[in-house]
Every structure is written in C-alpha cells, then in structure tokens.
C-alpha cells in the first residue's frame, strides 16, 4: 500500500469541476485507491463520495492506493491536487 498526505492548493477546494476530473483520473488506474479528510473516507474513483468530504483550500488529505500502479495513481493523484487550479 501506497500513501502520502496533499494540502490541497485549488481556490476552490475540491468542488464538483476538479473532483469530477480527480475522479476521472482516479479512474485510469486498477488499484483501489481512496482519498480521505479528518474522519471522512471516499472511494477515490466516485464523484458523490469524494465531494461528500467537502475538502477546501488548504485541507490536508490523505491518500491510499493499493493495488499493481498504486505509487503512480498516488503521485498522479497528489500532483493534480497540489497544482490543479480551476
């Protein structure tokens, strides 16, 4: 298993626009993965459970990935959340 905490940097926080396009690129991997802030997990590949985290600007995450790619689909992951900017 992969992990590694993000602050995210968007304005916005991870509202519909970016987790839609988190998600989509989640997506392109086969390990599960699964982004989680404070107590709240989601599924990474499911647009309603990653908005339902309601991470904003600044919001520490953490994300997990298990699975044949999990250290790309970590760093992929990581990298759009840290320079996404919509």
């Known amino acids: 298993m992969t992990e590694k905490v993000v602050v995210i940097t968007n304005e916005s926080g991870l509202h519909a626009r970016p987790a839609t396009l988190f998600t989509q690129l989640a997506a392109k991997f086969s390990s599960k993965i699964t982004i989680s802030s404070g107590e709240k997990q989601?599924?990474?590949?499911?647009?309603?459970?990653?908005?339902?985290?309601?991470?904003?600007?600044?919001?520490?995450?953490?994300?997990?990935?298990d699975g044949p790619d999990e250290a790309e689909a970590v760093e992929k992951l990581a990298e759009f959340l840290t320079s996404h900017n919509d």
């Open 42 to 65: 989601a599924d990474a590949k499911s647009i309603l459970t990653v908005l339902t985290l309601g991470a904003t600007k600044g919001s520490e995450v953490v994300l997990k990935a």
